[in-house]
T-cell receptor, first 111, second 113 residues
Framework: RKEVEQDPGPFNVPEGATVAFNCTYS??????FFWYRQDCRKEPKLLMS???SGNEDGRFTAQLNRASQYISLLIRDSKLSDSATYLC????????????FGQGTELSVKP | DAGVIQSPRHEVTEMGQEVTLRCKPI?????LFWYRQTMMRGLELLIY????????DSGMPEDRFSAKMPNASFSTLKIQPSEPRDSAVYFC???????????FGNGTRLTVT
C-alpha cells in the first residue's frame, strides 16, 4: 500500500463547479499535511497547509480527519486557472521529518 | 529573495556517462530534499539532509546514485553511470526546520539516451 494515496484523475469540470479531492495516508505518525499544486512542466508549489480544525483560503477549503487518516481539498467556483495537478503531502516526524507526496490528481476546468 | 536554484535546467547525456545535478537551497533553510518525478511513479523522495547531514537515503534507487551536501548552501546529486531509466525530472527542495513546507527549485530535466 502506498503511504499517501489520492483519488485517481483526471477530473474534468466546467467553470464554476465545485470539486473535491481526497487523500488517505497510512502512517499514523504523520504530523503535518499540505496540498501542493503543480502546473504542467513546472515545479510543485505550496497551495495551503492543512490544520486539524480545517482551514479555508478563499475558494479553497482543506479538511483533516486524523482518526480516519484522511485529508480533503474542496475548490468552489472553479476557474480555468485552477487547471493543474494537486498533490497531497504528509510529513512524518518519526522518520526525521520526511515529506511524502501522493501521485497527484489532475484537474481540468473547461469553459 | 532568490528561491531554490538548480542547475542545469536540462541535461541530455548518453548511457554510461556521469551526470551531476546541482542545488543551492534558500539561505537559512536547513533541510534539503532531492526528489525524482516520472509519469509512472510520480514524485519520489531520493534523499534528504538536515543541517548538511543525510538523514534518510532509503529512496536512492541504487549505488549508481550518490548525494552530498558539503555546506549549507550547496548540494549535488550524482549518477554514475547513467542509464536510460534514470530519465526524469529531478527536483531539489528546501525548508526551514520544523513544520514549514517545502520550496522547490525549477528542476533538472534529465534525458539519458
Amino acid at each position: 500500500r502506498k503511504e499517501v494515496e489520492q483519488d485517481p484523475g483526471p477530473f474534468n469540470v466546467p467553470e464554476g463547479a465545485t470539486v473535491a479531492f481526497n487523500c488517505t495516508y497510512s502512517n499514523s505518525a504523520s504530523q503535518s499535511f499540505f496540498w501542493y499544486r503543480q502546473d504542467c512542466r513546472k515545479e510543485p508549489k505550496l497551495l495551503m497547509s492543512v490544520y486539524s480544525s480545517g482551514n479555508e483560503d478563499g475558494r479553497f477549503t482543506a479538511q483533516l480527519n486524523r482518526a480516519s487518516q484522511y485529508i480533503s481539498l474542496l475548490i468552489r467556483d472553479s476557474k480555468l486557472s485552477d487547471s493543474a495537478t494537486y498533490l497531497c503531502v504528509v510529513r512524518i516526524y518519526n522518520q526525521g521529518g520526511k515529506l511524502i507526496f501522493g501521485q497527484g490528481t489532475e484537474l481540468s476546468v473547461k469553459p | 529573495d532568490a528561491g531554490v536554484i538548480q542547475s542545469p535546467r536540462h541535461e541530455v547525456t548518453e548511457m554510461g556517462q556521469e551526470v551531476t545535478l546541482r542545488c543551492k537551497p534558500i539561505s537559512g533553510h536547513n533541510s534539503l530534499f532531492w526528489y525524482r518525478q516520472t509519469m509512472m511513479r510520480g514524485l519520489e523522495l531520493l534523499i534528504y539532509f538536515n543541517n548538511n547531514v543525510p538523514i534518510d537515503d532509503s529512496g536512492m534507487p541504487e549505488d549508481r546514485f550518490s548525494a552530498k551536501m558539503p555546506n549549507a548552501s550547496f548540494s549535488t546529486l550524482k549518477i554514475q553511470p547513467s542509464e536510460p531509466r534514470d530519465s526524469a525530472v529531478y527536483f531539489c527542495a528546501s525548508s526551514p526546520s520544523g513544520e514549514a513546507p517545502l520550496h522547490f527549485g525549477n528542476g533538472t530535466r534529465l534525458t539519458v539516451t
